[in-house]
């Protein structure tokens, strides 16, 4: 593949415009870096695409140029996702930011790429609708998508993937395809939905989404409840989903994250490990799924439940869950986050818990533990000095092995973050014989390799 050439360059201004076309120094570096500890790499231009034949005709110069493109969103990614390292184009896709359709007799709604998750969900709103995915920061439709984001409700409502029921998108060359419907269900053909969910700008660019949206909740409350040790806490997890309970979140934070909340966000949240729950539905159901987790967490030796009933207390607790990332590099300035995240089955999660609190004590790092509890899914959150390579060093083997423990309990090696940069020789041991016929599928979407080279696998 080529860097952009004087005929390419003037091919992407002739088809979009001077002002869709940028080279500045200021919109390269933005378009450099996600909020990883990956290092910065600048594209050699700017893409601002208006439309979806916009998207469609920056491919097709790009393909015959053989020049690299990067879809880019809000740039909220955690494993380098929207870096792009091979420079070329990085593509722009904010401009595409209308709702085109909120069907509340279907409960769906269809958006550009670039709509934000809040956008929508003020929209939704209006008609008594959500869309439940939250994975904290403000993503884009579009970006959450190509990551099959995921975050707190996921116990409840599932990842991106189970919330999207159609696609728009354009292969690399410029053909515009549509896949799904917005019809609840199919069984046409293979799903080249879900296999364009969470393919992370490898095999198309989305320009469209179709997505499931759901009846806001006739009543909330949220829990906060302390534990002895993080294992306790990790087992009441467990038993809430065990028993079937219908909670909408379960939120995981060990003594060193909740001392980090603290500080940050000016709460007083006893300094010790605690899950964040909470229940939503009918009045009848939310008591009952209350009487559960009280019960379960009570048997796990529970030191402090309190219930959060009014709706400004329960932002405040939601709030500082999503503020950790913030609370960390506050508590370590100067540093760089560098998150990663497991999977394992529920019933394995405390000793994964227990296992990463170890390694990280033991290589002297700076992390804290949180983890949507109710799946499974465990996140190290790292704070390191991005120019010191013995603690990078550390870093790589703390990933590495809470990695090779998921994968040992059964897990996988991301649940929600992704692949991107930083886990390509994570799959590669997760799923080493099937790296071959993802190859295989990236070269049937992508022949000449121009969509987000250098990501998620390793190269063929």
Known sequence: MSAITAAAAAALREALGTDAVKDGDSERDLHGVDLSFHPPHRPDVVVYAGSTADVARVLEIADEYGIPVTPFGAGTSLEGHVIPVHGGISLDLTRLDRILEISPGNLTATVQAGVTRLTLERAAGEHGLSFPVDPGADATLGGMAATNAAGTTTVRYGKTRANVLALEAVLAGGRVIRTGSRAAKTSAGY?????????????????????????????????????????????????????????????????????????????????????????????????????????????????????????????????????????????????????TDVCVPI????????????????????????????????????????????EIERSEELVHNVVADALARGGTSTGEHGVGLGKIGALAEEHADLIPLMQAIKASFDPNGILNPGKVLPDS
């Open 191 to 339: 799903d080249l939905t879900g296999l364009l969910v969470g393919s992370e700008g490898t095999l198309a660019v989305i320009t469209e989404v179709t997505v499931r949206l759901h009846a806001i909740p006739e009543q909330a409350v949220a829990l906060r409840i302390s534990f002895p040790d993080v294992e306790s806490a990790s087992r009441t997890a467990a038993g809430i989903v065990a028993a079937g309970g219908g909670v909408s979140r379960v939120e995981l934070l060990d003594a060193w994250t909740v001392a980090a909340v603290n500080a940050f966000s000016g709460t007083s949240y006893p300094e010790g490990p605690c899950l964040f729950v909470e229940a939503s539905g009918s009045e009848e159901l939310v008591q009952s799924d209350l009487e559960l987790v009280q019960a379960i967490a009570a048997d796990e030796g529970a030191t402090e439940l309190v219930h959060e009933r009014d709706p400004d207390a329960r932002a405040r607790l939601w709030r500082a869950r999503h503020d950790v990332t913030h609370a960390l590099a506050a508590r370590f300035p100067g540093t760089k986050e560098r998150a």
């Open 347 to 390: 019933t394995e999660l405390a000793g994964a818990v227990r296992f990463a609190r170890a390694e990280i004590d033991r290589l002297g790092l700076d992390a804290g533990l949180v983890g949507h509890a109710g799946d499974g899914n465990l996140h190290v959150a790292m704070q390191v000095d991005a120019d010191d390579p013995a």
